[in-house]
């Protein structure tokens, strides 16, 4: 018996997400009295797989396979499946990303496992194991008893957090048998998106708009804001459609869910379709210069103003503020 | 072309939700039920789409009750060609997923489509469970699919981009924004729906994997605290001290 997590990784480092399965698994299995255990796939340096030790690993297991650049569910399923099985691993953890998304299930039925996707919370291990996830988009949960031997937690991002301590972990190599078969999807191109700012679905630090902006040529403050505090810009559906951003930046039920520490909306009214969105976010402010936005009820923090003249003090106050923090 | 796109069922977005049975059950009073909008707006929609251009056919799966049949004439309404119903109380995902593979098997699809999520469980997991079940390639969270004979081009998510993929014949595919726009059955669609088959089949028989015991509704909001326009600063400590999340 052992806990396995996905080290999920992107251009040889493991990504926040990777460091919050290994933190959650290693809580997992300390709780069952077991240890945590590492899945790594691709190219990654043994040093940076080692400092996984820091976050609860015992050990971790990577597969370098050149074939397994081009993302598949099914070879990485297959994969984290034998690996789990050559551990002895009865429990996974994996982060509830768009790829964890892809894989999990299938994990699932290879290892005939039960899985909880959607995880906000470390499991109840006090009568059987009983996972806490989101539901109905953000306005319940629901207590879900994994019922098999096996099981498969899938957690949201940024929503158990990162624990670093000391200590490194082993590092082993295994080669897992791929064929043809299992790559039927081939990856042609991969765009991303310019910038070094975190991906919506990954951010901490949301700054997002909406139609009280009055027009795309007014969106500079809202950068300088996000600038400041490095955080990811997002927009509201109507802005999205209208052409004023990007359709990657529109979160809400249509777009991207979110769970960010800090959700800072401006003259977005807060549709129940927006909402059902950013409402996992930790904290949320509001500004709008209507006092009957339905935003209000559903903010932490509120500002009635203007925005235009809102924004540039409060872009003033944070760079007053980080400045205090050197 | 023969496509097979799976529905679900769900509560409408603006549902008050609550429960009953000392929180153990979802209280389906005055819910008003409606076809999950990403199966709706994203996949049926393109698959319809990809019929009408190329030719093939469109068949809807649901697994549920009778009670499922108003939402699943409206799939019919908006172009699907036939319906199948697995008569069972839907499960956990697997039981679901279980339901549809064999369903699916016997249908020689190329094409076995949902969406992204349920608006009710948002899970993400029937549609890799099928893909598994099956033996098949899973193309997930898809925003543009194009078919050309039997080969696949597809745009999908990835964190902080996208990617074109190629992929053959038969596949699965789940659907996100930007695959289809919505379309609102005529009265054409909604007459033809009345005479189009919905086939009810029994389910196989399957063990689910996972149980929900509890439902809790998340901590009321405390009342938003207002903050003086003029006085950002107090804000940017606020969110310091107080929230402590910069």
Redesign the interface.
């Known amino acids: 018996m052992a806990v396995l997590f996905y080290a999920e990784a992107s251009n040889g480092k493991v990504k926040k997400n990777g460091l919050e399965a290994a933190t959650y698994a290693s809580k997992v299995a300390a709780s069952l009295g077991t240890q945590a255990i590492g899945i790594a796939v691709g190219d990654i340096a043994d040093s940076e797989l080692s400092a996984l030790g820091a976050y609860g690993a015992s050990k971790v297991v990577k597969v370098a396979d050149a074939k397994l650049e081009n993302f598949d569910s099914q070879a990485y399923a297959k994969v984290i499946a034998e690996v789990a099985k050559s551990t002895g691993s009865d429990v996974v953890i994996i982060s509830q990303s768009l790829s964890g998304k892809a894989i999990a299930p299938r994990l699932s039925v290879k290892l005939d496992a039960g899985l909880v996707s959607g995880a906000v919370a470390l499991p109840d291990t006090s009568n059987g194991f009983v996972v806490k996830k989101a539901a109905f988009s953000g306005k319940a949960f629901a207590h879900v008893r994994i019922d098999t031997a096996n099981k498969i937690v899938a957690v949201v991002p940024n929503s158990t957090g990162v624990e670093k301590k000391e200590g490194t972990a082993a590092v082993e190599t295994a080669s897992v048998a791929l064929s043809d078969a299992d790559f039927g999807v081939k990856v042609k191109e991969v765009k991303r998106q310019s910038g070094n700012v975190l991906p919506l679905p990954e951010a901490e630090l949301v700054v997002s708009a909406g139609r009280g902006m009055k027009g795309p040529e007014n969106w500079g403050i809202v950068e300088d804001l996000a600038n400041v505090l490095g955080a990811t810009t997002a927009c509201s559906r109507p802005v999205a459609d209208i052409g004023w951003r990007p359709h990657h930046e529109h979160v809400g039920q249509t777009g991207v869910a979110i769970r960010p520490n800090l959700y800072i909306a401006i003259g977005i009214s807060g549709a129940i379709q927006h909402l059902a969105g950013v409402n996992q976010s930790k904290v949320i402010v509001v500004i709008n210069k209507d006092a009957e936005a339905p935003f209000f009820k559903a903010a932490d923090y509120g500002v009635l103003g203007d925005a235009f003249e809102v924004i540039p003090k409060l872009t003033e106050a944070f760079k007053k503020f980080k400045a205090s923090q050197h | 072309m023969k496509f097979l796109v799976c529905i679900s069922v769900v509560?409408d977005?603006?549902?008050k939700?609550s429960?009953v049975d000392g929180d153990t059950k979802f209280n389906t009073d005055k819910v008003q039920w409606i076809l999950n909008?990403?199966d709706e707006?994203y996949a049926l929609v393109r698959a319809i789409e990809l019929k009408e251009a190329n030719g093939g056919s469109v068949t809807v799966i649901n697994v549920g009750g009778a009670d499922n049949e108003q939402v699943i004439r409206k799939a019919l309404a908006i172009g699907a060609d036939d319906a199948i119903r697995v008569d069972a109380e839907p499960g956990?995902?697997?039981y679901v997923?279980s339901q549809i593979a064999n369903a699916a098997k016997s249908g020689s699809y190329d094409v076995v489509m949902f969406g992204k999520e349920t608006?009710?469980?948002?899970?993400?997991?029937?549609?890799?469970?099928t893909?598994?079940?099956l033996g098949?390639?899973?193309?997930?969270?898809a925003s543009k699919l194009e078919m050309a004979a039997s080969t696949a081009?597809i745009e999908r998510?990835?964190?902080?981009?996208?990617?074109?993929?190629?992929?053959?014949t038969p596949?699965v595919c789940s659907a996100a924004?930007?695959m289809a726009e919505a379309r609102i059955p005529n009265m054409m669609g909604i007459m033809n729906a009345k005479k189009k088959p919905l086939n009810v089949v029994a389910p196989v028989s399957v063990s689910?994997?996972?149980?929900?015991?509890?439902?809790?509704?998340?901590p009321a909001?405390?009342a938003?605290?207002?903050?003086n326009?003029?006085n950002?600063?107090e804000?940017?400590?606020?969110?310091?001290n107080e929230?402590k999340?910069?």
Do not use: R
């Open positions: 509560p977005t603006t549902t939700i429960f909008p990403y707006w956990d995902p697997f997923a608006i009710s469980y948002n899970g993400s997991n029937v549609g890799g469970m893909a598994e079940l098949l390639p899973f193309v997930s969270y081009t998510e990835i964190e902080g981009g996208k990617e074109i993929v190629e992929v053959n596949f924004k930007g689910n994997h996972t149980t929900i015991v509890k439902y809790e509704l998340p909001k405390s938003c605290k207002m903050i326009p003029d950002m600063d804000l940017v400590q606020l969110l310091h929230a999340v910069i």
